[in-house]
């Protein structure tokens, strides 16, 4: 096991190469993922090495891509497939929703499609329409699908390897803004209790004052949160949730129960988001310990805007220390 | 076999039975007017049709919710799922019961589909004949990613994808002609045009003959006469062999007709127009085999009898194990959600126990 | 004014004609409407009053319906697309989502998208896999969208009427296994002023001990249940949302201020439910008022099963009746 | 103009500047050949080279987010929408900015939606031009439900479809294809084969050429050089004209180049061939115009200084502007979400305003 220092495009392509190396049944295939490596690169030099039956470029056909997969799962391999951009995964929706969602239940167990989504999520990097979009809302609330996200590059690393590992299938949520930034990764075979613990959410600090829930891209703008909120005297426990299906809430209602305040933080619109769901549990079990209503910090009910707004749209350090602020009045 | 298009469908056997001219476009390999064959032709074709004619009663009965009726499409089904060898797969539509047939699905376990006792029924690699699949096209990409899946095995298989008319304006059978063409995966598209989408004639998709559309990719077609089990068999032989000699994909438009209404809820009355069904009903795909088996003695009376028997048994043997079929056990809604452990699931599994096993007034 | 009794199919084949009577931009398309007037006769007869320009049937493919439809109405129609079964939205999702959504946006509102989906939705009908989705978290998460549910034959036939009127694109959902219950339709001109109103929630019923919040299907259920409660000595609140983008969410705080307690029930999965929506923001509004958390009655986390099973999956009166009992306790 | 599938892209103008001989094929209108027209062209396709010039260059200093550049299909674009009529309304994907200039979008405007301030940037109405589209192929439907519009309001008019090489695999391409010979609809699919998507070359969307693929659907087809303004003029000419008079849809191939990277983010150096680019560079749109026109003394040396300094002071222009140009306001964030009222979002303006509206440290 030996550390080095990647960016999370990094821990991916090596996360990538560790599974295509472990699994001759591993396959990746997407848009411009094999001779240019993907647009953000995650794939670079994995067709040279594995060779173009392996990692190979498809036609420009989402449902397609979709579809296929599910035959080459049927067939016993595993595809890892790029969806180049959050707002493209649209037209497989059907492909996802009504057929990989739906595929292990309807052949009771028989056929399962262990099949990997990846899809570069979300905002804040300064990109033309379609391509900052947060879509976990819609895929946590299909049965049938698991959903993950990183926040680092060794969570990436290691998720993407317990993604491949998974019999389900998985929509994997990359953090398009986190891509460029550097963390220790710790190289080495993943175990399957390694992969069985990605599924869990992970407490990253812990304060008596209020429980902070994020994932994905949040999580570093709340450590920053919490850390300016040290500064202010309010001593925060910060969560990563990790996996977005399942949910993995008892170490959040663990904490609320000492806490007795919560917020939740996405980028995704707040309306029916997947803060809702987490305030309603969160609600439901620690009703009697809460001092505060739980809190969202989510985007408008606005289509992700042009780029020019996207720091009043995104939910910031401030706008996060903010809203703290506030439930610590409540 | 020639590309392109055909306005008259190709047919080997005509609807007196007798047998067409060899042409070089569908030629009649010797094989298939062997008896024995015939013989299996004929008798999976009308026990096909009695699964068909039973579900469609046990329909009537409230045994079933819906019933998709195969009627007079049974040549398109039994001769291209004939066709196949243990190494190919098919990825069928709702309609596709005669085929499953072929391929050894128990019509009970695939009726538990119409009844509401389950999604599935079968385990799709025993029978190498996946699940049904409702949504129009979406069975037709997995047929192209199971080929491609095929050349990365090395297995020698194909896939045979089963759609209708009205399928092909949807997008999904599109991007599978794109994948199978541009990666030249072993898939033969089988198009079963039966005149009709639900109510709308095919016209509404199209304004040319399917092949034309599907040679525009760049594949060999074949257009023939769907009610013909001894061309359906013969063009599918020829296509799976194509396809498997890694010579790419090959499309197939069988020229039936949906004889039943669309389903057990609709009212073809309402669209079909006057003398379609009689002019149909003449083409009718087990009558010419019947009368082709006479003319050339490959059967008798007693043969008939004997299928005729066995096709009774069956249908007894249906309308009993589904009549007698129980409700499955409310717990069981909660399991294969996930091939793993999933805490939603369960935590809604025991929110579900106890209290409401039993179900409830839904109003 | 006149009153008559109708199914809700009645009621909706009445709201079309007159929206059709009245305004001559107004188009109905989709699979099977026209000759066979709908899988269930919802546009029964329109076809043959309002010509084939007007009323038609479409080639299979949903993506080509709305994607046509968005061209239609940039040609400045008002087209109202059937989509024949829940299940079958999902080839269509790209270009409602991607398309439909945003363009008014987009378009700093110089091409506003008038167009109507409606879908027959839901389950109870004892349907085969795909016929029985209730898919409306997908469309409330989705902001530049409106989407509104009858509950019966009344509501429907307005309500068709308000959603052809209105500038926005408006998600229809029609609840299947309700289309055959009859109640009196006053049947005339829709106002302006009407059509706003369409917009709100309704209270169907007051009581002092809870509030029951529902929609589409799950509002008969719950008005029986009421009755049910009644007996058992427990005054419910029954409240009929209609508008579930916009949420009219008002009278729901204040119901509950008075009552402390609530429970929002409907048949899609629970998991980022539109229940979670209503429990989130009751919780943030009523935080002091609530005696008990809220809860939700809704679908587990599974595909919706084989028909067989689904009067254990739906909720059921005594579903709703003893998570009313429970919460009381609580 | 004949049906089918052309090996050769059909030309009128090569690229030594000499007219081809007229063909049955491609015709070539004299009118084309008007002393005005012609300086037309050459006038709009250097302006939108100099748009494009001075779009990738505030791209390199940061002043826009991104750009798309269509250097090298300048003919392509400015041919077609030059046979536009007032009728008529095209539907670009997010590369179609010459056809932008000629339907006199402005390039400020243009511009506002890589610098990030706007979705959109111009009335549709009012050029007769709808937004730019990034989601490949969903326009393309539009394209075909405005057609069926014209089709009821009886205006004669016709719509255009502007799409690339690999958006024609996407199942909207084949949806709208269907519609439009379905209905018959006045549209002319407009496909610019630059030979790229990204990445990827034409061979991995089709294995032969999109005309044999849109003939499949029963419509007339023409492939032409895209780099020849007068064959991409003529033949949406003749198709617009088709569409318009009620002979329904029309498909036409423009075999270009592009000559830029994909997007200012692209680097080709990753992916293009060796040679490709040079052997192009022969092909240029303009330099083949201006040899013609001088050729025929259209125009001589005071013309081409005239152009260049209005293309200078176009691009004085957009600098000056787009570098000037100010943030919009965050409250504007909450605008035309819809067209009516609706209280989640007039909830959310609330929520945002006062505190944040300054925006915040992203992390
Ligand atoms: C995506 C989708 N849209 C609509 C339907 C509803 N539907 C079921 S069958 C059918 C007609 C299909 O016609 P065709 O493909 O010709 O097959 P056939 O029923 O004639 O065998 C329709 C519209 C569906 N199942 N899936
Ligand atoms: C549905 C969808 N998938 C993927 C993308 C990402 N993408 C943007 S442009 C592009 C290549 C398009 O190639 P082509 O259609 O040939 O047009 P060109 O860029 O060459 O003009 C891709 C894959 C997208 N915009 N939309
Ligand atoms: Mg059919
Ligand atoms: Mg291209």
Not at chain 1, 276 to 289: H, K, L, M, P
Not at chain 2, 34 to 42: G, H, I, S, T, V
Request: a negative charge; aromatic letters at 8%.
């Amino acid at each position: 096991m030996s550390a080095a220092p990647m960016t999370m495009v990094g821990g991916l392509n090596a996360g990538l190469r560790a599974s295509l190396d472990h699994d001759p049944r591993v396959l990746l295939m997407g848009e411009d993922i094999a001779t240019l490596g993907g647009v953000f690169r995650v794939t670079d030099g994995l067709a040279k090495d594995f060779g173009d039956q392996r990692v190979f470029d498809t036609p420009l056909a989402e449902s397609g891509i979709l579809g296929t997969a599910i035959g080459l799962a049927m067939a016993g391999f595993r595809p890892v497939v790029e969806i180049q951009f959050d707002g493209f995964v649209f037209p497989a929706f059907d492909q996802i929703v009504t057929q990989l969602a739906k595929h292990h239940y309807r052949s009771a167990g028989h056929t399962p499609l262990p099949i990997v989504v990846r899809i570069p999520y979300g905002g804040g990097i300064g990109a033309v329409e379609h391509h900052s979009e947060s879509p976990e809302a819609y895929f946590v609330h299909t049965p049938g699908l698991r959903v993950w996200t990183p926040s680092d590059a060794n969570q990436a690393y290691l998720g993407i390897q317990a993604a491949i590992a998974c019999p389900d299938p998985v929509i994997f949520l990359e953090p398009k803004r986190r891509y460029w930034d550097k963390a220790e990764v710790a190289l080495g075979t993943l175990s399957a209790d390694d992969a069985e613990r990605m599924w869990s959410s992970r407490t990253l600090r812990t304060g008596s004052d209020i429980t902070v829930v994020a994932y994905g891209p949040m999580v570093r703008t709340c450590t920053e949160a919490a850390n300016a909120l040290a500064e202010l005297g309010v001593k925060a426990t910060v969560i990563d949730l990790r996996s977005l299906s399942p949910l993995d809430l008892d170490p959040i209602f663990a904490s609320v129960r000492q806490t007795g305040r919560c917020v939740v933080v996405h980028e995704a619109v707040e309306t029916v988001g997947l803060g809702a769901e987490i305030a309603a549990r969160v609600v439901e079990e620690c009703f009697y310990s809460l001092e505060a209503p739980v809190q969202r910090i989510a985007g408008p009910h606005v289509p992700y805007p042009p780029s020019r707004f996207e720091r009043h749209y995104l939910p910031s350090i401030d706008r996060v220390v903010a809203g703290v602020v506030q439930v610590m009045a409540g | 076999m020639t590309e392109g298009e055909h306005t008259e469908p190709l047919h080997l056997l005509a609807p007196d039975g007798s047998l067409s001219e060899a042409s070089s476009a569908l030629p009649l390999p010797p094989q298939l007017l062997e008896p024995d064959l015939l013989r299996a032709l004929f008798r999976d074709m009308t026990m096909a049709r009695r699964v068909d004619t039973e579900a469609t009663a046990l329909q009537r009965t409230g045994e079933l919710g819906l019933w998709s009726s195969c009627l007079g499409q049974e040549a398109a089904q039994v001769g291209s799922a004939h066709a196949m060898d243990e190494r190919d797969f098919a990825f069928p539509t709702y309609r596709e019961s005669a085929a499953a047939w072929v391929r050894g699905v128990d019509p009970v376990a695939l009726l538990g589909l119409y009844r509401g006792t389950t999604h599935g029924g079968w385990v799709p690699d025993e029978h190498r004949f996946a699940l049904f699949t409702i949504v129009l096209g979406a069975q037709v990409l997995h047929a192209v990613g199971y080929a491609m899946g095929q050349q990365r095995l090395d297995s020698g298989g194909a896939a045979i994808a089963y759609f209708g008319d009205g399928a092909t304006s949807e997008g999904d059978v599109h991007e599978a002609m794109v994948f199978a063409t541009v990666t030249n995966a072993p898939v033969v598209f089988f198009c079963q045009n039966n005149g009709w989408a639900i109510s709308e004639p095919v016209h509404r998709q199209t304004t040319v003959p399917f092949t034309q559309r599907a040679a525009g990719y760049g594949m060999p077609t074949m257009r023939i006469d769907g009610n013909d089990v001894l061309a359906s068999l013969a063009a599918t032989q020829w296509a799976l062999e194509h396809a498997r000699g890694g010579s790419g994909p090959v499309f197939i438009e069988a020229v039936t007709y949906r004889m039943g209404a669309h389903t057990t809820s609709d009212d073809p009355t309402r669209y079909r127009p006057p003398g379609e069904l009689e002019y149909w009903a003449t083409q009718d795909p087990i009558d010419r085999l019947r009368l082709l088996m006479i003319n050339r003695e490959v059967a008798a009376e007693d043969f008939f009898v004997e299928v005729q028997a066995q096709a009774d048994a069956l249908g007894e043997r249906i309308r009993a194990a589904v009549r007698g079929a129980e409700d499955p056990e409310a717990g069981l809604m909660f399991d294969h959600v996930y091939a793993s452990d999933h805490a939603q699931v369960e935590r809604d599994r025991q929110r579900w126990s106890a209290p409401f096993a039993e179900g409830g007034v839904m109003a």
